[in-house]
């Protein structure tokens, strides 16, 4: 039975308290072809529910700043670095509360993870459907991205601008195909690899900001490992999966290396390109972390703008000395 989005949503917050179970196949709802282009308004409104959210957060955020006594150019960094955390923090919490008892979700199980697509290998579930909580989860998280990237694109820009604006595009264009393609499970799998580095450093950052001593350091160094692990080692390893895995033991789809769709092409495709900004971005997190083993602490952020970088200068005086002439 076909749900509206109020009760998907009401049923989601049901399944996060524990009331109900999560992925239940009873609750299944269309997506993929199924469902069309209707989801096309629903996340359009899920958008701005974000962007609104995300906003108000960071009111919340430049609240706690002045409170810790930031200067302008800081609370307005702290601000924005908090709604972020909130953000981050919060789906892994709901990530996990969801798919903890999956057995695809974890990397034991992930020759299933592709088993919901074109060819449904879901004994309990009907071709081009998905428990209503993980359709609902999609949905926010696609929101996420689309007003996260609004953000990149109206705000100063940082030195990983491009980086961040492809990486945001591909991540939002890989969670709109997967939901059009009924390939949910990667999908997850993916959010849970990528969402799990962010709230560490994210709190780095604003520990950083707020002139916390130790934290910062700490946090740095345990978000380098939450990256490198899910990131370089998990991830590579699901696109494995996601490669090997269509439609593995089906008489009429017997997948393997070659056996796919331009979708499916495409779709590992842009798992692929996500690799090259992770080798990026870990090499500017070891920079950063070795700066930090080597001098006074964390001394700048991995994703800073100019402004950060005076502030970096401004610490070394030879530096200093240089930037004057």
């Known amino acids: 039975m076909a749900l509206s989005f109020p009760d998907m949503m009401a049923h989601t917050m049901q399944v996060l308290l524990g009331n109900k179970p999560a992925l239940d196949p009873s609750t299944a709802q ?5 469902d069309g282009t209707d989801f096309v308004a629903p996340l359009l409104a899920f958008s701005v529910g974000m962007l609104v959210v995300l906003l108000v957060l960071e009111q919340i955020g430049a609240m706690v700043g002045g409170l810790l006594g930031l200067k302008r150019s800081k ?66 998280a696609t929101s996420y991205y689309v007003a996260s990237f609004f953000f990149v694109m109206v705000r100063p820009k940082k ?53 916390i ?11 380098a490992v939450a990256f490198a692990v899910p990131r370089l080692y998990f991830y590579p390893i699901a ?25 499916e092409f495409s779709l590992i495709g842009l798992l692929v390109a996500l690799l090259p900004i992770h080798v990026f971005w ?24 100019s402004e950060g970088e005076d502030e970096v200068v401004s610490q070394d005086p030879t530096k200093k000395k240089a930037k004057k002439n």
């Not at 090997?244 to 979708?263: E, I, M, Q």
């Not at 870990?282 to 703008?305: E, H, N, P, W």
């Open 239 to 263: 696109i494995h999966n996601a490669w090997s895995g269509v439609c593995v033991g089906s008489a009429s789809c017997p997948g393997g290396v070659w056996d796919k769709t331009r979708v």
């Open 213 to 223: 001593p130790v934290l910062p350091d700490v946090s740095f160094a345990l978000c």
């Open 159 to 211: 030195k990983d601008f491009v980086e961040m604006a492809f990486h945001h595009v591909v991540t939002a264009s890989l969670l709109l195909l997967s939901y059009t393609t009924g390939y949910m499970r990667i999908g997850m799998v993916v959010m849970y690899l990528h969402d799990i580095f962010d709230p560490f450093m994210l709190f780095a950052k604003c520990t950083h900001y707020a002139n």
């Open 75 to 140: 609370k307005t960094k702290f601000a924005r670095t908090f709604s972020e955390m909130c953000y981050y923090a919060t789906s892994v919490i709901c990530l996990s509360r969801l798919c903890w008892n999956a057995s695809w979700f974890w990397p034991s199980g992930w020759h299933e993870v592709m088993f919901d697509g074109r060819v449904q290998q879901v004994p309990v579930l009907q071709p081009y459907t998905a428990p209503a909580d993980l359709k609902i989860f999609y949905m926010i």
């Open 282 to 305: 870990f090499i500017m997190i070891l920079k950063v972390l070795t700066t930090a083993l080597t001098s006074k602490g964390v001394q700048g952020d991995v994703r800073s703008d």
């Open 30 to 34: 269309p997506v993929g072809p199924l």
